[in-house]
């Protein structure tokens, strides 16, 4: 491995004993900076291809001063210390713009979530109901099971009706600091007769 | 002049390599921080306030997922097809820490999807896009009837809405139509002066 030396070239040295320690020097810098950066010899020298951080020390802080805006990969804390992207603004204040790791449902192939910044994670779709004779309420369940709290939930019934309003909603309790499941209930037009679909979106600190 | 890594080699004297050393010296500095528009992408130069760090940073589009593994995220750029078009978009990638014990599923680490390119800010179909490959449209508006998504969509994965208004103390109804692949219809007894808040997702 060729390590980059500060110290080259030595006052004491004569220049010519000088050409290898200047040798591994241009290497070390090609090396380290072909890392993530297009090679310093090829087309479109210094563009990034990749963009890798490494992440940073929980117990370090660095300062982001005025004109600047950084970006950085800390350990969450959360949810096995995960990883995830940070922006910190000037002045100090930063907050995880990535929140989970995105996937496909696919054991509920309408249903699906994102995250948003700031450990928000989105829940949208489509899910079937239907209030049978005698079911008082139909219960909703989260995928991922990762909510902490629901922040705004909204069902709105789909179709061509003008007599149908959304089902009312309430938030069962948190099991083991988690809040998996939401109950609707019927609401004008939802009723026995008239099974059907809502969209949805759902709103989750996680 | 091209920055060479292997100067100075064999027996030639550094004396004689004084140009190729200097040419070394002076590619790295300008490749380092190259200038246009008088801007420095992608590092601010050598020799001058703050620098190294990053004033513009350009990606180089990649043919394919780069890999890499390791408890660090990557970000990178690759072609994205959407309804509109293929375009490079912007991925990230975060290190892998599925499955854990509320949600057991093996899903890896792939990378996500992150932007899309163009937002509409001044409506009256609003539009921003969500991690994932996913774009959000919203607005308000205050007649029933279709409101087309611009730019299309692939598919609309789901749409909402809500009347802002009640009639006799009472509200409105509601009904949302996925009507095709671009266009939701708003279905309601309103009647009089009303307003109904919308929002749908969908893939790019």
């Known amino acids: 491995m060729t390590f980059y ?4 070239p030595n006052v004491k040295d004569i220049f ?8 591994k020097n ?5 090396d380290a900076f072909a890392v993530n950066h297009i090679a310093l010899d090829k087309t479109n020298a210094g563009n990034h291809f990749n963009a890798q951080m490494v992440e940073f020390p929980n117990d370090a802080k660095f300062t982001t001063n005025v004109g600047e805006i950084s970006l950085f990969c800390k350990n969450s804390g959360s949810f096995n210390n995960m990883d995830q992207l940070y922006l910190q603004y000037q002045g100090g204040n ?15 192939p309408d249903r699906f979530f994102t995250c948003l910044p700031g450990k928000v994670l989105c829940y949208f779709g489509i899910v079937d109901i239907n209030f049978a004779q005698g079911v008082q309420f139909l219960t909703f369940s989260l995928f991922p099971k990762v909510a902490r709290s629901i922040i705004s939930l909204n069902f709105i019934p789909l179709g061509t009706s003008t007599t149908q309003f959304p089902p009312l909603t309430t938030i069962t309790v948190p099991e083991g600091g988690i809040i998996s499941k939401i109950n609707l209930f019927p609401s004008g037009g939802l009723g026995s007769s008239n099974p059907t679909k809502l969209g949805y979106i759902i709103l989750a600190n996680i | 002049m091209t920055y060479n890594p292997k100067i100075p080699v064999g027996n030639n004297s550094p004396a004689n390599q004084a140009s190729a050393i200097q040419t070394d010296f002076s590619q790295f500095a300008s490749i380092f ?18 620098q190294g760090k990053h004033e513009s940073v350009i990606f180089q589009n990649q043919a394919g997922t780069p890999f890499f593994n390791g408890r660090y995220i990557s970000i990178f750029s690759k072609n994205s097809a959407s309804k509109a078009s293929t375009e490079p978009q912007l991925f990230y990638k975060l290190p892998v820490f599925l499955p854990i014990p509320q949600d057991t599923n093996k899903a890896g680490n792939s990378a996500i999807l992150w932007t899309y390119n163009k937002v509409n800010t001044v409506g009256p179909v609003y539009q921003s896009f969500l991690m ?9 508006v205050s007649a029933l009837g279709d409101i087309t998504l611009t730019p299309s969509p692939t598919k609309i994965i789901m749409a909402i809405a809500y009347p802002n208004n009640l009639s006799g103390g009472q509200p409105f ?22 307003t109904f808040t919308w929002m749908a997702i969908a893939n790019a």
């Not at chain 2, 994932?132 to 308000?140: D, E, I, K, N």
């Open chain 1, 5 to 8: 030396d500060t110290g080259v």
């Open chain 1, 16 to 23: 010519a004993s000088s050409q290898d320690p200047f040798l």
């Open chain 1, 26 to 30: 241009f290497k070390a810098i090609y």
């Open chain 1, 94 to 108: 930063f907050f995880p713009l990535t929140t989970y790791q995105i996937y496909t449902l696919k054991s509920v």
């Open chain 2, 33 to 50: 921080s190259s200038t246009s528009g008088g801007a420095n992408y992608n590092h601010r130069a050598i020799n001058s306030d703050n």
């Open chain 2, 132 to 140: 994932g490959g996913y774009l959000l449209y919203f607005g308000q």
């Open chain 2, 173 to 194: 109804s509601v009904n949302v139509n996925i009507k095709n692949t671009n266009t939701i219809t708003i279905f309601s007894n309103a009647s009089g002066a009303f």
